[in-house]
């Protein structure tokens, strides 16, 4: 995060120069970006808080429990459903997804699982939704459901011709 | 925006209500826990930024952002997008905003979808995790087998949306 915050303020200090250069209005595109800050602070606020929430209700053990076996089309299945359920950011969730690989699950659960999981993420759910409104969440979600079943059809079908 | 905070508002209620339900007071102070400590973690990178937001709202005129697209429409805009998200640091809460400036901007539909899957699926910055913490065989796979799908979501978008903006949509639903 440091690091992220560290390009960030490059990036800022960078575009004020330029705007200083071209137009002169930096202090004004400063003004502008406190301003939008503080009309979203209480919408990310509020999405902190539903994320939060999403997190510890979902049963991480149960989904882990759920998929470690399987494989094949219903693991394909299941694992895109199961990483649009682990609602945590790749500290927490890529170890969980380690688990799930290392109890048996095919590659083609463990690929959807991913894929889901970056796709259909229900952490990125209250951010989406509050941005670009409830209906694009809905369409981009439904969207991306091929995809995930997809990409762990291609991944199963990969593993089959390789083992 | 006070639809949104209404709607979001209302969803923490019904799951703070639906967690002391389950887990008492407890699973409720945990997930409030949680949400303090994201909000704690990344105050300082969401000052940071909304100034880099704040510059390129002043950066990017319209006349500009016209040219720009001008020049890499259609294909080469969709690839040249995916590939920005891929490289673009940062969470939702960083993102999310930085894809709403360019939609307010007049940033077509379609580019936005090639931005966000680009983000969502190959998030560079992500992938030496993805590789330590899982494994670096099935990060590689996921990664070549998935390769394709920012672009085909950005074309898809680009064909079944061609003409739609994120404004109209948020005016529909009454922002």
Known sequence: ?????????????????????????????LK???RQLWQTLPLILGAFILAGMIEVLIPVEFVKN?????????????????GM???????????????????????????????????????????????????FFLYKSILSIPFCLAAGLAAHTLDLLLN | MKKSLLVIAIASIILVLIAKLVG???????GLEKAWSTAVQSFLMLVVSFMVIGQLHVLLTKEKLDKWLGKYSGIKGILISALAGGFFPGGPYIYYPFARTLADKGMPFY???AFLFGKNIYDFSRIPMEASL????????????????????????????????VEDDLAREGE
């Open chain 2, 134 to 165: 899982v494994d670096p065989k099935v990060a590689l796979i996921r990664l070549l087998i998935t390769l394709l799908i920012p672009i085909i979501s950005g074309l898809l978008a680009k064909r079944l949306f061609e003409h739609r903006s």
């Open chain 2, 24 to 30: 008492g007071s407890g699973l409720v102070l945990t």
């Open chain 2, 111 to 113: 580019i936005l979808i």
């Open chain 1, 66 to 82: 759920w998929l470690s076996t399987e494989a094949g089309l219903k693991g394909i299945f299941l694992g895109t459903f199961g």
């Open chain 1, 85 to 135: 359920l682990l609602a945590m950011g790749p500290y927490a969730a890529f170890p969980i997804i380690a688990s799930v690989l290392a109890s048996g699950a095919g590659l083609g659960t463990v690929v959807s699982l991913i894929t889901g999981w970056a796709l259909l993420g229900l952490s990125k759910a209250p951010f989406e939704s509050t941005f670009f409104g409830l209906k």
């Open chain 1, 32 to 34: 502008i970006g406190a």
């Open chain 1, 1 to 29: 995060m440091l690091l992220t915050t560290a390009i960030f303020s490059g990036i800022a200090l960078v575009l004020f120069f330029i705007n200083k250069k071209e137009n002169g209005k930096q202090v004004e595109g």
